[in-house]
Nanobody, 121 residues
Framework: QVQLVESGGGLVQPGGSLRLSCAAS????????MGWYRQAPGKQRELVAAITSGGNTNYADPVKGRFTISRDNAKNTVYLQMNSLKPEDTAVYYCTADIFPYGKTWSSDYWGQGTQVTVAS
């Protein structure tokens, strides 16, 4: 069964950096787009960044110039490098991926369990 596991969250001071990782495992034929969402208490889940299988990227306006999404296709892993962190970046960050499992002719979205990022003095 396909699953995504995130790591790298934690507590950091404003202006600091964190790198999130998300590894996909299971009977995977291929992975299309991968991305990161976040959800703060009392707010809707929002897209942070996305990356296609070819490496094209898209970022939400609040994180442009500060966050960088990348992927290692050989490891089925997506990363989110977060620099110049602000208190408003505090949220649970979720990894997602559009995946073709073996034996299927269509892809499905999969989600990680989430990892907490807290930016505070």
């Amino acid at each position: 069964q396909v699953q995504l596991v995130e790591s790298g969250g934690g507590l950091v001071q404003p202006g600091g950096s964190l790198r999130l990782s998300c590894a996909a495992s299971g009977r995977i034929f291929s992975i299309n787009a991968m991305g990161w969402y976040r959800q703060a208490p009392g707010k809707q889940r929002e897209l942070v960044a996305a990356i296609t299988s070819g490496g094209n990227t898209n970022y939400a306006d609040p994180v442009k110039g500060r966050f960088t999404i990348s992927r290692d296709n050989a490891k089925n892993t997506v990363y989110l490098q977060m620099n110049s962190l602000k208190p408003e970046d505090t949220a649970v960050y979720y990894c997602t991926a559009d995946i073709f499992p073996y034996g299927k002719t269509w892809s499905s979205d999969y989600w990680g369990q989430g990892t907490q990022v807290t930016v505070a003095s």
